[in-house]
């Protein structure tokens, strides 16, 4: 499997079919019993614990089904936490966490906590949040998953224009038929073990 830069790749299933876990292996949060993961050329998988953490911090963003966003925080401070665990100088974050709001079209909703948010909204502000370290790879979990379809080409869109506009790839996990028109290339796992 490869992911390209500027691509977007989607690796299709049914649940239990192994596609969080290979995502995990990709982000460096599991470590694989057996293969080989490249990184950008460096040998993810024979790295440490601290190397992985660092590049998940600096070159990898996660978007998560279940949106983890700290809920006591604004969508403004959910992102600027992003920057503040990637070590992104603080002079940065105001004009960084603008641009990604108004990227994932939430200027106006900044000040809102999750639970004023719509579902959509809240996978927005994770958007947000796993783009503003300007990372090289966004790994996604099934991100349109609990949207309604409408919801769900609205996400794919801000991909697609995210992809162009900070030149970044985009490894996804679905099992939603409709969204893999809009993908680069499409992996199909069964238990484990690509089928295509």
């Known amino acids: 499997m490869e992911v390209q830069p500027q691509q977007l790749v989607m ?3 049914r649940s239990g079919s192994g596609k969080t876990t290979l995502l995990n292996m990709l982000g460096g949060l599991d470590q ?10 460096r040998a993810f998988h024979e790295a ?3 190397a992985r953490t660092r590049m998940r911090r600096q070159e990898i963003g996660f978007i998560f089904q279940a949106y983890a966003l700290m809920p006591l925080l604004s969508a403004w401070e959910n992102v600027e936490l992003s920057l503040r665990m990637a070590g992104v100088p603080k002079g940065e974050w105001n004009q960084r966490v603008a641009y990604c709001l108004e ?6 909703r900044a000040k809102h906590r999750p639970f004023e948010l719509s579902g959509g909204e809240q996978q927005r502000v994770a958007i947000a949040k796993a783009i ?6 966004l790994l996604a979990d099934e991100p349109t998953a ?5 919801m769900g080409a609205q996400i794919m869109a801000v991909f697609r224009n995210i992809i162009a506009t900070e030149e970044v790839s985009i490894c996804m996990t679905t099992h939603d038929p409709t969204i893999l028109e809009v993908a680069d290339h499409v992996y199909e796992m069964v238990d484990g073990k690509f089928i295509t």
């Open 11 to 13: 690796l299709k299933g």
């Open 32 to 41: 694989p019993t057996s293969g080989e993961i490249y990184f950008d050329g």
């Open 48 to 50: 440490g614990d601290a």
């Open 103 to 108: 990227m994932v079209g939430l200027t106006k």
């Open 132 to 137: 503003a370290h300007r990372p090289k790879l």
């Open 146 to 150: 609990e949207l309604d379809s409408k």
